[in-house]
């Protein structure tokens, strides 16, 4: 009788546990049938966000979310949705929230931060001398005006946080490269076009498409390494989840956190001869 008393009272503990978070999840998230797009923005962080290109569209209800893909659980921090003209999106808060929460705690230390090669390579690096960042970044800076500081801050919070959304600025899919077209940002929220499945849902397609991925990869690897000008882009997260495929078998790089980004046009001075064992 007292074992059963107190398993009874464990499982009492476990489901009263279970539905306090439920019911904070609801409270938070705005309802059953999903979260409230604006909720999930994080605005109220800004300037330490990823800047408020697309916020008149998430204010205006131009994209919703689909009720259909949320989970409460998601510790991806992916949601899907659609515009107006039913185009799908996927909305990416970049990081989970654990490490949303650290970076706020050590929001102020990180302006001291100093380089340390024993930490292990995470984020965009800059090869091989972490100058070329401004000349990275000069390409669409010159087009905003206003909020020019604002905008840094911005950019020092998504290099913080998560470089994608310069990335998708700097290649975007408007001038050919293998990445999802750029919708803007919403506070701490990503918007960028629906471009596919992953190829980890596409294993039992015909033979003759999984030849094409394959192709298409290969290409996209050379169009990394010497379609720009300036820079070599070289991407350490190949999983099968971070590459999708359409209908036409055109293949997407849909997770660009971690990258290393290498200045053809400077060569390794004296000062730094093994530059590049740093990130082996």
Known sequence: MLLRRRFCKRVVLLLTAFAVSFYASVLLFGGLKGPQVMRLTDLHRCP?????????????????????????????????GYTKSNR???LKKLAHNWELKEFD???????????????????????????????????????????YKSELINIWTMLSINPEPIILQVIPKSKGWPVPPFGGVCGRLEVVGHEG?????????????????????????????????????????????????????EITFVDLEDLVVLDKHISPKKDLPDWYKSWR
């Open 105 to 147: 705690d050590n929001l102020c230390n990180n302006w001291r931060l100093k380089l340390d090669y024993t930490e292990p390579r995470k984020g965009l690096v800059m090869c091989p001398y972490a100058y070329s960042l401004y000349d990275f970044i000069q390409s669409f800076l010159n087009n905003k005006r206003e909020g």
């Open 48 to 80: 330490a966000c990823y800047g408020v290109t697309v916020c008149p569209e998430l204010y205006s209800n131009q994209i919703t979310l689909d009720s259909s893909h949320w989970n409460m659980f998601n510790a991806k921090n992916i949601y899907y």
């Open 197 to 249: 499945e992953p190829l980890s849902a596409l294993l039992d397609v015909a033979w003759h498409r999984k030849l094409k991925y394959a192709q298409n990869i290969l290409d996209a690897a050379m169009d990394f390494t010497f379609k720009h000008d300036r820079f070599r882009f070289y991407l350490m997260d190949w999983s099968l989840d971070n590459i999708v495929a359409n209908e036409k078998d």
């Open 88 to 90: 799908r999106v996927v």
